[in-house]
């Protein structure tokens, strides 16, 4: 039996994908081993995002050729992509090369390989398909919630992303085939599902008249044995008040919202080519807690972008106070080769960058710790997902409907069940 390795690296809809070609390996009788072991093939699904990810990706390919010379090594996803559009060589050290929409076929790849034995290169022109490469889940890594990837592409074209480059324009799955598959994990037992997607406001652009992201929760909140779903990031447009009070009444939806912001000043969202202004932003958030209960809101921030200044820096660290999110994930500015904000004049210092970023984080520490504690007292739900040690203790541990990661005393492996309980700061972790 050959045994294979698989490493992911990036964003959910890649951890999806490498979790959906596992299990095309897995069907077609390979033996999947951890990525440190000696295997026969090693299949990297790597991310172009930014430069550090192209870098990591290539270590990552490298690794796998160190650990086993004579394995094959596939570099499969967005860097593998990335290269091909910009026609730059990929590592000496691979074999064969899957750009996006093609991991479908790696069965197929790997026996034309395994026949030839010739360097194989499977990328398509990805600018200028439209169609939605088509993959499936019947189990997940994670035992309890259950990642879906509905959606891939995007159109919008920020000053600083690469990513409509090497994943393609925008592209959605049919309800019909989210449902399908979402009904066979429900029948595995799975408990919770997280829409999710490249762009995932978007789906449903390229279908017919009546499909949208709204159409596709009220389909998949219909499905027996679901209990929760979440959402991937969402783009502020999204949010209007159809949209909101119509998803506030179902009672499956966790009140958990990751809007994308990027900058809360209003002169860096448009160098950023990000189409909305800070108080449109506002007015989104304003929404979401219209309609539910202290949702848990959560966002992205750059820092450092290129002419960022001083005074536009502390505009965006202004209005992320004034928003008040649960979390808020800071990024430095990370320049990368093929975007617009590349070439920008007034790239910003590395030290520059990291005071904004450490500044942004103390921020964000405290902001998280009010909200956390803001649940003290209150009856919570909670899926345990997995039994874990904390301080030589065997606990359970598990998150709330707006996230909030809880821990509960006990080795009794409760693994999968909903749970109400009241909330303690010792169950916060």
Known sequence: MKKAALHNLGCKVNAYETEAMQEILENAGYEIVPFAEIADIYIINTCTVTNIADRKSRQMLHRARKQNPDAIIVA???????????KHPIEPCVDI????????????????????????????DINHTKEYETLHLTKTGEHTRAYIKVQDGCNQFCSYCIIPLARGRVR??????VVKEVTALAENGYKEVV?????????????????????LILAVHKIEG???IRLGSLEPRIITEEFA??????????????????SGCDATLKRMNRRYTSEEYYEKCVLLRKYFDHPALTTDVIVGFPGETEEEFAASKAFVNKVDFYETHIFKYSRREGTK?????????????????????????????????????????????????????QVQSGHTREYLKVVLEGNENRQNELVKLRLTKEMLR
């Not at 750009?99 to 030839?116: A, C, H, S, T």
């Open 76 to 86: 499969a996803g967005c860097y593998a992509q990335a290269q091909e559009n910009e």
């Open 172 to 177: 959605s799955r049919t309800t019909e085939d």
């Open 245 to 262: 009070r119509t998803i506030a009444a179902l009672p499956k939806i966790c009140p958990h919202f990751h809007l994308s912001l990027q």
């Open 97 to 124: 090369v899957i750009g996006n929409n093609r991991k479908k076929d790696l069965l197929q790849i790997l026996k034309q390989y395994e026949l030839q034995r010739q360097k194989t290169k499977e990328v398509i």
């Open 341 to 393: 904000a590349a070439v920008m004049d007034g790239q910003v210092p590395e030290p520059v960058k990291t005071r904004r970023s450490n500044e942004m984080l103390e921020m964000g520490i405290e902001k998280q710790r009010k909200y956390e504690e803001s649940f003290l007292g209150k009856e919570v739900e909670v899926l345990i997902e997995e039994p874990a040690m904390l301080d030589g203790r």
């Open 226 to 228: 679901i209990q929760r």
């Open 195 to 215: 829409l999710t997607g490249i762009h995932l406001s978007s789906y449903g652009l390229d279908l017919e008249q009546g499909h949208s992201l709204l159409s």
